[in-house]
Every structure is written in C-alpha cells, then in structure tokens.
C-alpha cells in the first residue's frame, strides 16, 4: 500500500491532483498516455505514473 494516498495534505497528492485538473481541463478525461509531459509549472511531475497508481 502507497502511505502518500492515504494523506491528501501531503505534497505528493496536492501535485497529482493539480496535474490531473489541468489535464482533465486540456483532454476532457484522465486517459494519461505514458509519454504524455506536465506543463512545465508542474516541473516534470509524472501525472501518468500518478494516475495508474491510483487505479
């Protein structure tokens, strides 16, 4: 089990959540391809990874 799931306040969480808000906002779905890259404002988060751990 992923500790950082459990706690939404910790940093981790925070960034997923904001990448796939923007994504969702851009795409109109959380269908993250693997090579897909995060705005440069999230600094090379790995909203692909972060979206099939959740799954």
Do not use: C, K, S
């Amino acid at each position: 089990m992923n500790p950082r799931a459990l706690n939404p306040e910790h940093e981790h969480w925070q960034r997923g959540i904001e990448a796939a808000v923007i994504y969702a906002r851009e795409h109109g779905d959380l269908r993250v391809p693997f090579t897909y890259r995060v705005p440069a404002r999230q600094d090379g988060f790995r909203l692909q990874v972060w979206t099939a751990a959740g799954r």
